[in-house]
């Protein structure tokens, strides 16, 4: 046993090694957003926002988009479904300004996930040359569009990721969204989406910008219809298909607050945590062996009587601990401190990944906002 660990953490080391200098190099090429000067006039941009059941948070959202410094905007907000009084907030927020257009769905076409129908009737509706892709719980601050749409106009590129400040009030859930973060930029390497060789791509609910030209030519959301992560999804299909696309951090310009406790946490990711792993059994499987070898074992064997053991295990924690300092600074406004409790994040993700996935084949697919997909459905539309 004491072999197997010791070859286990050599090699978990060299991985951490990687990892580090694969972000440290990423994150040059991440540039902060807040720096970027402002779009004064130009095209219309057209904001799409998809929402079901979002009553308190949709008033909050769009007043914060239209005190914008760049004008020249429409917004269609497109009511999904709603049980609540979403629709009826959007028609009073339509009767404050001229620029803003409500689309209100009744069904569900067969084959498309709400969220995803939701935003391609939307665009059916925009005049824009830009398509805005966000959510009903986002919070802008005025130069937010003016800087983004500089950017992508100076960078000549198809499509614009922003991450924003994942706002976190309660200590677990800020961790567990610290950790989070953390896996997701490690794993997806999320900067790659600024190398202009690299057919890795990403996308973030809260603003994906995007060319309508480009948009059409990939094939709108009808390309992605039955994908749980469609942002992330989008930001990957149109790179890998050749589009220019980049990414940036929006942490003093955007802001949302992702969840608010980590119930709501575990809840939510019921809904695209199988997906995110292919809806594959061994992909699970993998992803619990790699997360709890990686960021709870050690914590564990530091305690060993075997010397070398012992000494490989710090060499991971401080490896790994490096790197999630510098991805917590660069992507978060958190605190780096957090990962003084990383082990036990780490097994409340590890909780979260089985919940998740053994929910998933318990219903026969996921609900989402009050809608059932089986998952039948969801892998033939893989």
Known sequence: MDIFLIVLFTLGILVWLVFLLDALIGLRHLDALEKEPELETGPLLS????????ENQINASVHS????????????????RSTDDTGKKMDELQGEDQRIKVLHIDELPEGWLGKNHALYKGTLQALGKWLLFTDADVRFEEEAFAKALHYFERHEIDLLTAAP???????WLKSFVAFFLFGFS???RPWMANNPKSKIGTGIGAFNLVSKEAYESFGTHEK????????????????????????????????LEWYGS????????????????????????FSIFGVFVTNVLPFLTIFSANKTIV??????????GILYVVIIKRMTLFSPALFLVLP?????????????????????????????YSLRELREKE
């Not at 914008?68 to 497109?78: G, K, S």
């Not at 000494?311 to 790994?320: A, F, H, K, P, Q």
């Open 186 to 188: 490690y794993f997806k």
């Open 165 to 171: 400040n994942l706002n976190a009030n309660r200590f």
């Open 311 to 320: 000494l490989l295990s710090i060499g991971n924690i401080v490896t790994s």
């Open 47 to 54: 904001v799409i926002v998809a929402a079901r059941n979002e």
């Open 224 to 255: 992605i219809k039955m994908r749980p992560d469609d942002d992330l999804q989008l930001g990957m299909k149109m790179k890998k298909a050749g589009y220019r696309q980049r990414i940036v951090t929006a942490l003093q310009l955007i802001e």
């Open 262 to 285: 980590l119930k709501e946490a575990f809840v939510g990711l019921e809904k695209n945590t199988f997906a995110g792993l292919n809806y594959r059994i061994s992909m699970v499987l």
């Open 344 to 372: 036990i994040t780490a097994l409340l993700f590890i909780y979260s990944i089985i919940r998740a996935s053994y929910l998933t084949f318990k219903r026969g697919g996921i609900v989402w906002r009050g809608t059932k």
């Open 65 to 80: 988009q239209l005190k914008q410094t760049y004008r020249h905007v429409e917004w269609i907000l497109v009511n999904d």
